[in-house]
């Protein structure tokens, strides 16, 4: 079982700067065909001042930088194989863009569980503020860990 005083828990801060590499592998990954995510030229004339970030690239940018994406949940005690994607939520507050430097810094903000314990829930908050300390994006996760032998009678 997670462990209630989890919550509050600062798991760390990273700063990464957005690469134009990144962000066009991101959108054509992604099938995005809009030129403003793929040409700086675009961009500019549509009047951004380089390739702005696609919405829910954030996500991808922390874990990209991160030498330990999963290390926060193995310092929780959580066993990776029993853990599975819950849902995410973005709150925006400005753009970013190619250049832009940004730091993450995340915390729990929740645990709690269902079916007797079966599934634990791990909410986290995080977020991001460009390299002028404004705020850029809140984002909100839950990860659902599996308890196999919880719940059982």
């Known amino acids: 079982m997670l462990d209630k005083a989890h919550i509050g828990k600062t798991l760390g801060r990273i700063t ?4 134009k590499g990144r962000l066009r592998f991101f959108a054509k990954a992604t099938g995005e065909t809009n030129p403003i995510y793929t040409d700086e030229a675009a961009a500019k004339a549509a009047g951004y001042r380089s390739l702005p970030v696609p919405p829910s690239y954030f996500f991808c940018q922390q874990m990209l930088d991160d030498p330990d994406p999963t290390g ?5 005690g959580v066993d990776l194989q029993y853990v599975l ?3 995410q939520s973005f709150e925006y507050f400005d753009m970013a863009f ?18 007797g314990g079966a599934l634990e ?13 404004q705020v850029v994006v809140k984002m909100k996760s839950t990860t659902v860990v599996r308890n196999p032998g919880a719940g059982r009678k």
Do not use: M, P, R
């Open 72 to 76: 926060w949940l193995t310092g929780l």
């Open 98 to 115: 190619a250049g832009d430097s940004l730091t993450f810094e995340s915390c729990v903000t929740d645990i709690y569980d269902k079916k």
């Open 85 to 87: 994607h819950g849902e």
């Open 121 to 133: 829930f791990l909410v986290t908050e995080t977020t991001a503020v460009n390299q002028l300390n």
């Open 16 to 19: 990464t700067e957005v690469e």
